[in-house]
């Protein structure tokens, strides 16, 4: 009787025990040609198309033996696109599946990098300080210094962009590109205080010599007017022409002084920003 029913039962569970396992591979299989194809999209850079064949390979991957790879894609699909919130979100979602400490820091730099092109560089600034303290990424120092570098190139402080370049190398290409463009900047500082105590040398001091000596011109007209009617005792002449066209020229004379040193300075940024990306051939965010 019991020969029977164990007979009976190996019978019935062998072709089960085939059957799973088929079952398994086919779904292993299936999982493998989904990725390809999601990658394959990707490299085509129809990132669209992408994203949705990722999101069914999640879907269909209960065990989640995806989780790490197919978040990374999606977020790089994502980031490509422009859509860096999205990105800087499937990127935590992958950094939540790494299984070693390359994998966690590789992600934790794409969210840097993401951070930085969505102009949060004070997100990406913090994040990189917190792996600093950490003794876990002590031999990544370098990488960390030079994305560091990088934010504040975006924050436009070449200033300390260059200071974090430097910790890596004194030589290094992009501390010198750093340093270089904070001394062509203008100071905003220097310009207004110089066109306050003679106007028009705000405008002198960037290049802009006719505006200076139209501010110049006009201020010592006015002023000169209102001189001249104090002095004659016009007292209502002189404050009219004080209030109405002195005052009037002389605040515009500080503020074209301010506006011409942020233009400059955006135009002597770009340059170095155009630079970055078409020239350097280093990794870039």
């Known amino acids: 009787m019991n020969k029977k029913i164990i007979s009976f039962q190996n019978k019935i569970f062998f072709p089960l025990l085939i059957l799973f396992c088929s079952d398994f591979y086919f779904c292993q299989e299936y999982l493998k040609e989904q990725f390809s194809l999601a ?13 949705t064949e990722l999101k069914r390979l999640q879907f269909f991957d209960r065990e989640g033996i995806y989780d790490f790879e197919s978040n990374k894609l999606i977020a790089e699909c994502y980031k490509a696109g422009g859509k860096y919130s999205e990105a800087i979100r499937f990127f935590s979602y992958a950094e939540i599946y790494a299984e070693n400490f390359d994998d966690l ?45 990088w934010a504040y190139i975006f924050e436009d402080k070449w200033d300390i962009a260059a200071f974090e370049f430097a910790k890596i190398s ?41 505006s200076g000596l139209l501010s110049l011109a006009w201020c010592g007209l006015w002023g000169y007017t209102a001189i001249d009617a104090f002095v004659e005792d016009r007292i209502f002449d002189g404050l009219a022409v004080t209030n109405l066209l002195f005052f009037r020229f002389y605040r515009g004379n500080l503020q074209n ?9 955006i135009r002597i940024a770009n340059e170095s920003l155009h630079y970055l990306q078409h020239n350097y051939k280093g990794p870039r965010p």
């Open 39 to 51: 990658q394959n999209l990707y490299n085509r850079e129809k990132y669209f198309d992408a994203v």
């Open 105 to 149: 820091f590789d992600i934790k730099i794409e969210i840097v990098r993401a951070n930085i092109l969505r102009r949060t560089a004070s997100n990406a600034i913090k994040l990189l300080n917190e792996m600093e303290k950490e003794d876990r990424w002590s031999d990544k120092i370098n990488e960390i210094n030079y994305w560091r570098g």
């Open 170 to 210: 004194p030589y290094h290409e992009l501390k010198t590109l750093c340093e270089e463009t904070h001394q062509k900047k203008y100071s905003l500082t220097f310009a207004q205080v110089a066109s306050a105590i003679l106007p028009g040398t705000g405008q002198f001091y960037t290049g802009n010599y006719l």
């Open 257 to 265: 002084a301010a506006r011409f040193v942020r233009e400059e300075n």
